[in-house]
T-cell receptor
């Protein structure tokens, strides 16, 4: 079946790198996404990676995909207090439009 | 351009009442999705509309939940005879077309059932 797992909480100091991890079970996943949710707000798309890629970099964000281990990570370089939020990873399979979300990782950035 | 909009932003209702939640997708987006975010269940898919195809209703939790999309644009999610466990944030998303396009989310409707 489809399942996406994330650790629930991560705390870092401002200026450090943050790494948020995610594992998924569906080997037919085609796209994997990272969304950010700030308090009281909707989901903001951060980045995504297609399943035939290993890495994608977008400014301070680096996504790594290990398809063999079904492991996805999001690295945020030079983490700022404004990065404090809940980060959701999500998978989408090739035969359906729906996203399967992880539980979300709360990132706390300490000054 | 404008993003996905949802109304109302907050809805408080009494147990047993019916509620309607509205979603206006991004103009030109043919695919529309409803999700629910609750403390106990996280983010769950509810229903997916793509063009004129029959909707994917596989995520609807019970027959008290229904949704329609009129004219290929605005969608309404209806919950009949609301229960306390229906309390959640209901999120709508749209994408340009179907299963390969990025979904953009609205701000959500927070539903509280007393």
């Amino acid at each position: 079946g489809e399942d996406v797992e994330q650790s629930l909480f991560l705390s870092v100091r401002e200026g450090d790198s943050s790494v948020i991890n995610c594992t998924y079970t569906d080997s037919s996943s085609t796209y994997l996404y990272w969304y950010k949710q700030e308090p009281g707000a909707g989901l903001q798309l951060l980045t995504y990676i297609f399943s035939n890629m290993d890495m994608k970099q977008d400014q301070r964000l680096t996504v790594l995909l290990n398809k063999k281990d079904k492991h996805l990570s999001l690295r945020i370089a030079d983490t700022q207090t404004g990065d404090s939020a809940i980060y959701f990873c999500a998978e989408r399979t090739s035969n359906t439009g729906k996203l399967i979300f992880g539980q979300g990782t709360t990132l706390q950035v300490k000054p | 351009g404008a993003g996905v909009s949802q109304s109302p932003s907050n809805k408080v209702t009494e147990k047993g009442k019916d509620v309607e939640l509205r979603c206006d997708p991004i103009s030109g987006h043919t695919a529309l999705y409803w999700y629910r975010q609750s403390l106990g269940q996280g983010l769950e898919f509810l229903i997916y509309f793509q063009g004129n195809s029959a909707p994917d209703k596989s995520g609807l939790p019970s027959d008290r939940f229904s949704a329609e999309r009129t004219g290929g644009s605005v969608s309404t999610l209806t919950i009949q005879r609301t229960q306390q466990e229906d309390s959640a944030v209901y999120l709508c998303a749209s994408s340009l077309s179907g299963s390969t396009d990025t979904q953009y989310f609205g701000p959500g409707t927070r539903l509280t059932v007393l």
